[in-house]
């Protein structure tokens, strides 16, 4: 089955999205000489669809990175609470918090082993949120390269923020959570590419589909 994030990796010389980050969730890199070199000096390795996700908070993120940093070449980590409090410098409840929305938006699997934790990450090269978030840069790509950039900044990039601020947006991830068939995400993106038009269309007065691929 060809998966929907290979096609959104088009700079040349780049590692596809979707290798990587199935490569991520096992704690592998494109060339482990490369990760052990980054681990020993406390490098991070996070991919970009990560760093760049949409619906995901910056704190969320740097508490995933920090579980991913304390895997090693492991497949889990055990790393406490209040270790992650004490490294990131943020209090425990915060930690707790961030680590139940990663559980929530399909990042994290947690076990509770009698008081210890351990923590993996799930197979993310189908995750609704990553999803979503490259079906919107590829968007604002498209409309961007079309367009004059004073028109594109002012107006259709804040149109489709909007929408990922939506209600919709997230019953599109909603949808992706329940059914990750290729089918249906071919269907979510179809639906989410056609509101987005409509969005600008209405509120931009501008008409400029966005291709199927």
């Not at 494109?30 to 995901?56: D, F």
């Not at 919709?168 to 038009?197: C, M």
């Amino acid at each position: 089955m060809v998966n929907v994030l290979d096609y959104y990796e088009n700079a040349e010389g780049k590692f596809p999205i979707a290798l990587y980050l199935m490569e991520f969730s096992l704690g592998k890199d494109p060339a482990e000489y490369e990760i052990e070199w980054l681990y020993n000096r406390g490098y991070s390795t996070v991919p970009h669809a990560i760093r760049r996700c949409k619906r995901v908070s910056a704190m969320e993120k740097i508490i995933l990175e920090e579980i991913y940093m304390s895997m090693g070449f492991k497949l889990e980590s055990t790393i406490t609470r209040k270790a992650i409090a004490s490294l990131l410098d943020i209090g425990i409840d915060t930690v707790r918090a961030n680590l139940k929305k990663l559980e929530d938006k399909n990042f994290l699997e947690v076990h509770k082993y009698k008081e210890k934790y351990c923590y993996y990450i799930k197979c993310l090269s189908l995750n609704p949120y990553i999803i979503m978030s490259e079906f919107t840069h590829f968007m604002q790509k498209k409309y961007s390269s079309r367009m004059p950039k004073e028109i594109c900044d002012g107006g259709v990039q804040l149109q489709i923020e909007k929408v990922v601020k939506s209600n919709n947006y997230i019953e599109w991830i909603a949808s992706l959570k329940e059914d990750p068939s290729y089918s249906n995400i071919l269907k979510v993106k179809e639906n989410y590419f056609r509101h987005v038009e409509e969005v600008v269309r209405r509120e931009n007065k501008i008409s400029i589909t966005i291709p199927d691929i």
